[in-house]
């Protein structure tokens, strides 16, 4: 009977290797902003998103493409790419545009983005954050892969950096270190806190090499990854650096076709699918609620940053006498106050789940070991 099962499983991992008609679900959304409305042009996005998502349909991805959008139209294209990501094995968001920094926050520009005053990022930008949660949410045990090639010269930043006073010392250079949840990977065309170059061609220097090197055959995505970021390095004489952030927990190819023949490689893969079949479903869950557990620390710690924001300027109103000054503390600490009893309402929910994972799998809330 086991030498049976194992022979059932050899010939269906082979098949499933092989056969075009059982390849897995691969989406991605594509989007490129050039045609900026409140500030100048950038050259190579639309071409850099229209490049990119051609060379992922040719790899069998099934391909969203947003050029030039508007905040209306981007959040249209993320609606429809978060319906699409149910039952999907690989997803892929790629974004060639502006971005910034605000407090440790990515945000993605919009075409029609003014970003006259602080408070307008919440209506007129995106949260990087909230790309990540849908690609996440629920997909614990599949791939999302993000590019992200918007760390431009924001010229937006210079203007609402004017209106934020003291508050602008927030602003970072560049894009700010992001921790991806499990199963998430991470590329910045440059490193965080730094900007990246335009190129003087068709494409940014890191999309004309990740659009060369992803088609390269018997190559995985770390294996991709070096080379673009040799490609770049060389190209723009060391000043552009690419990094990136890994929290995947298996192998990544572009082109499923491209992977080597390996049979000791094949008959390793049948004892791990040997041993897998009884506990795919705990591994799942478990995998979910490390996650859950990482999102909730990370917010915990933004929201003890924020408190000790909150104490700061509530010693330095003690010494404002001004009156527009005091007025600009009062409306900041009132700003952070919401913020935080938002995050505190997000926290609650995610410990109810976490909670009922930890009941589900039999574990501990301290160490997640069983009980």
């Known amino acids: ?161 004017r209106t934020m006073g003291t508050r602008s010392a927030s602003i970072g250079k560049g894009l700010a270190q992001v921790d991806a949840g499990v199963g998430t990977f991470i590329s910045y065309s440059t490193q965080p806190g730094n900007v990246a170059l335009d190129g003087s061609g068709k494409n940014s220097p890191f999309t004309e090499a990740l659009v060369k090197r992803i088609t390269e055959p018997g190559k995985n995505l770390t294996s991709v990854m070096i080379d673009v970021r040799k490609d770049v390095i060389a190209a723009t004489k060391g000043q552009q650096v690419p990094w990136d952030h890994s929290s995947l927990t298996g192998d990544f190819f572009f082109d499923p076709s491209a992977k080597p023949a390996d049979t000791s490689a094949l008959q390793g893969r049948v004892k791990e699918l040997e041993s897998q079949i009884d506990t795919r479903a705990r591994s799942a869950s478990q995998a979910a609620l490390t996650q859950l557990r990482q999102r909730i620390k990370q917010m915990e710690k933004e929201t003890q940053r924020d408190w000790q924001k909150v104490h700061a300027l509530s010693r330095k109103k003690m010494e404002i006498s001004d009156p527009i000054a005091l007025g600009d503390a009062s409306r900041e600490i009132a700003e952070l106050h919401f913020g935080i009893v938002a995050r505190g309402r997000d926290i609650a929910e995610l410990k109810t789940e976490m909670e009922r994972l930890e009941k589900e799998l039999g574990v501990t809330a301290a160490n997640g070991e069983a009980k």
Do not use: W
């Open 1 to 161: 009977m086991v030498a049976l099962l194992r022979l059932s499983l050899v010939i269906a991992f082979a098949l499933f290797s092989q056969s075009p008609a059982l390849a897995a679900k691969r989406v991605a959304l594509i989007i490129g902003n050039s045609a900026y409305t409140h500030a100048p042009a950038l050259p190579n996005p639309v071409n850099d998103a229209t490049d990119m998502a051609k060379r992922l349909q040719d790899l069998d991805f099934v391909v969203s493409l947003g050029v030039d959008t508007t905040k209306a139209d981007t959040d249209k294209i993320l609606r429809e790419f978060a319906d699409a990501l149910d039952g999907a094995d690989v997803a892929i968001f790629f974004y060639a545009g502006h971005g910034l920094q605000i407090a440790g926050q990515n945000y993605l520009v919009p075409i029609d983005a003014k970003l006259a005053k602080e408070r307008d990022l919440e209506f007129e930008a995106v949260r990087l954050d909230f790309v990540l949660k849908q690609m996440e949410l629920g997909r614990e045990d599949k791939t999302n892969i993000v590019f992200l090639d918007a760390c431009r010269d924001n010229p937006l930043s210079r203007s609402l950096a």
